[in-house]
């Protein structure tokens, strides 16, 4: 009964990840046109103690190929302890050409983040927003690319890219395949016109579409999503709206953490969020996944006391791997364009990992930035 049970699981788990590979391929690729540059943009972007991280992104926004006057960046300091503003500051005064606003978060709900963009909006000057995070680095053609983009679609709403810029260790390469296959999910559910997650590292949207969906309300109590949740509102509402940007230049490179307690909370606070999905088709997938990964654990279980024969449970696992390297490489192609080889004992670990976070998430704490949430 228990390997029916773990079949059937796989069947359903495999269709799904196939379904979300044709979805990849169906979002094609943008190729920019000449047309000059003329979108306006508020980059808002909220921080907590990145003294390290904001000279990269800062200059980064410096090195920006786009006309400086159709810029503006609102960041947004959520009671740092240590020197980020004296960062800022020093940086602004090299960059009088560029309009940048310093502000201090307001403590309105559990999320900081959300607190942080609400608090930013009103004094926005530009209609198209776009939000990332201070341990972020930019290309230099990001902007001009998304306003292409937006010059050359009816768009109220765009997501795209986030990828790590990795050291050559296995932890690093361990996030690196995570975070590929979150790519691919997201690439992949736009493409079979069921989007449900995006980044808020690289996220675009109009600030009248923010204000008519009323913000992060309804949702302000969970303390992230201030991506997932705003995308989910608006694909009920505009879903003709909300498209994704497939080019390798409107891609933002973030760090992987290095401390292994960090990495746990960071999934935890990632996962906490799936119980608030509207979306049922996200919530069905995420149901899935779970326990494809927690078939597996039982598996290895029940291999041990002789109740699944090891060629079996082999036959089972390679079939999982083979099914997520289809999805994986596909993300890797267009966003590292590397050789893939998928470590085994990163398959390995990973049905253990995502067991973990996913029943921590449900019943457990997690902090972030020095601070303690409740689930």
Known sequence: M????????????????????????????FSPD??????????????????KNLPRLLESFSNLDYPHH???IIMVDDFSKDKSERVYINWRMQNNDIDTTLLENLKLTNSPKKDAISRAMPIAKHDWI?????????????????DNYIQNHDVEMIASSVIYKTKNNWFHIFQQLDMLSL????????????????????????KRLFNEL????????????????????????????????????????TKPENDLFKFFMQRVRWAAKTTGYKSGYAQFLAIIVF?????????????????IDLEVFLIIFLIKYLIDFLLINKANAFLQKK???????SSIIYPFYAVIVGIYSLVGKFSWKGRFYKK
Request: aromatic share 10%.
């Open 2 to 29: 228990e390997l029916i049970i773990i079949i059937i699981i796989l069947a359903i788990y495999s269709f799904l990840i196939l379904q979300l590979v044709f979805g990849f391929e169906k979002i094609k690729t």
């Open 34 to 51: 000449d047309k000059l540059p003329k979108t306006a943009f508020t980059i808002i972007v909220p921080f907590r103690n990145e003294e």
């Open 70 to 72: 159709l810029i503006e």
């Open 130 to 146: 776009i939000t990332t995070d201070a341990d972020c680095v930019v290309k230099r053609n990001w902007l001009k690319v998304i």
């Open 183 to 206: 790519q691919g999910t997201t690439i992949g559910s736009f493409g079979i016109q069921k989007p449900f997650m995006c980044n808020g590292a690289n996220f675009i949207y109009t």
């Open 214 to 253: 009323g913000g992060f309300s309804g949702n302000d109590k969970i303390s992230s999503g201030d991506d997932v949740f705003l995308l989910q509102k608006t694909v009920i509402k505009y879903p003709g709206k909300v498209h994704y940007l497939k080019n390798n230049q409107a891609t933002v490179k």
């Open 291 to 307: 326990l494809m990964n927690l078939s597996l654990v039982v598996g290895c279980w029940l291999m041990v006391v002789g109740k």
């Open 339 to 345: 050789k893939l080889i998928i470590p085994l004992a």
